[in-house]
């Protein structure tokens, strides 16, 4: 089941403290960065639990872990802009970024890899 993959479990753990985080983030951006920084930690998640369930198709796996993966940088700009807003420290900018970057890693584990992911 994909919520046991270790890849899921670090892109959820990510994408709840940045919502934990967003919640202090002036209203002004509700509707931008809070949103985009939201909904692209989230995506990287969906995109995990998509391709597992297609993970026999090994080209349709890795181009929803590549999606996964290209969400999981764009929540790294969005990280990168909350910083230059003065929303978040350096230092939680740099402990999402790190969680981001291991993320990151997992997903092209992943990618390399779509053999050691099928069930079959």
């Known amino acids: 089941m994909y919520k046991q993959l ?5 892109a959820f753990e990510l994408a709840m403290k940045i919502f934990e985080i967003t ?3 002036p209203k002004e951006e ?3 960065l ?3 920084i939201r909904r692209s930690s989230r995506s ?3 995109n995990i639990a998509e391709g597992y369930r297609k993970r026999i198709y090994p080209k349709h796996f890795i181009a929803k872990l590549s999606d996964a993966d290209m969400e999981n940088s764009e929540t790294s700009v969005w990280l990168d802009f909350a910083l230059a807003c003065t929303y978040i420290t350096k230092e939680a900018k ?3 970024h ?8 997992l997903l ?8 050691k992911f099928n069930s079959k």
């Open 6 to 10: 270790k890849a899921y479990k670090k």
């Open 23 to 25: 919640k202090s983030f």
């Open 30 to 32: 509700r509707y931008s």
């Open 34 to 36: 809070t949103d985009q």
């Open 44 to 46: 990287v998640c969906a």
């Open 94 to 96: 740099e402990e999402l």
């Open 98 to 105: 790190n969680k981001s970057e291991e993320v990151g890693k």
């Open 108 to 115: 092209g584990y992943m990618i390399q890899n779509p053999e």
